[in-house]
Each structure stands twice: as structure tokens, then as C-alpha cells.
């Protein structure tokens, strides 16, 4: 069993936010499912740019910290939803604040990269 050689410091809220926000697509899954997508599928077309392994992955993480819950239903073909629970609710100020600062910064991103690649 993998047991780590520098613990965790879960007393610092910076790490336990980045714990379960930690992914590249997970802030863009957790928005996805509050604006309304509920199965995978649907998740994959809304973020194009991420291959569905990755979605499911990160899904299967985002589970297993309690911020989403899977809903199975039964009949073929078979579905499946997410859902948000409190805890993951309560992670949407954040992600907005995060959609916020993105899109008041984007221009000054966009040109310190070009002056990295020009």
C-alpha cells in the first residue's frame, strides 16, 4: 500500500480545496452539472477539449470526495446522472469566483503568452 513520505497539511484550506479542485477539469465538471448537464455524455460534448477518460476519472474522484453523487437507473440502455450534493454546492462560489477572475484576466494571459512564444 502507497502511503505518502510528506503528509498532507489538511489544516491549510488552500490544500484542502485544491484536494478536491485539483484536476484540470473539474471546476468545468462542477459547472457543467449545476448549469444542468447530468450524464456523462453530455459532459464529454460540453468539454470538448478533455477526453472522456479523463471526465470519467475525474467524475469517479469528485464521487468518491462527496461532492457529486452517481444515479444509476435501471432498463437498458442504462443511465446515469450526477447530481451536486451540499458539499459540492457549496464549492460554486468558489468556481465562480475562479469563472470570474478568468474572464476579467483573460487578455493579460493571452499577451504575457504571446510575448513568451513571440
Known amino acids: 500500500m502507497y502511503s505518502r513520505k510528506i503528509p498532507e497539511d489538511l489544516d491549510c484550506g488552500i490544500v484542502v480545496t485544491m484536494?478536491?479542485?485539483?484536476?484540470?477539469?473539474?471546476?468545468c465538471i462542477l459547472d457543467g452539472i449545476n448549469k444542468g448537464i447530468k450524464r456523462p455524455s453530455e459532459l464529454h460534448r460540453a468539454i470538448h477539449d478533455a477526453s472522456p477518460r479523463v471526465i470519467?476519472?475525474?467524475?469517479?474522484?469528485?464521487?468518491?470526495?462527496?461532492?457529486i453523487?452517481?444515479?444509476?437507473?435501471q432498463g437498458l440502455p442504462l443511465k446515469v446522472e450526477y447530481s451536486l450534493t451540499d458539499l459540492g454546492i457549496s464549492l460554486l462560489p468558489v468556481i465562480a469566483i475562479i469563472?470570474?477572475?478568468g474572464i476579467e484576466n483573460n487578455h493579460?494571459?493571452?499577451n504575457l503568452r504571446?510575448?513568451?512564444?513571440?
Open 99 to 101: 469563472d470570474k477572475w
Open 19 to 27: 484536494k478536491i479542485l485539483g484536476g484540470k477539469w473539474k471546476a
Open 69 to 73: 453523487v452517481k444515479k444509476i437507473y
Open 114 to 118: 504571446e510575448q513568451i512564444v513571440g
Open 108 to 110: 493579460l494571459v493571452e
Open 56 to 67: 470519467n476519472m475525474q467524475l469517479h474522484e469528485l464521487e468518491q470526495a462527496g461532492i
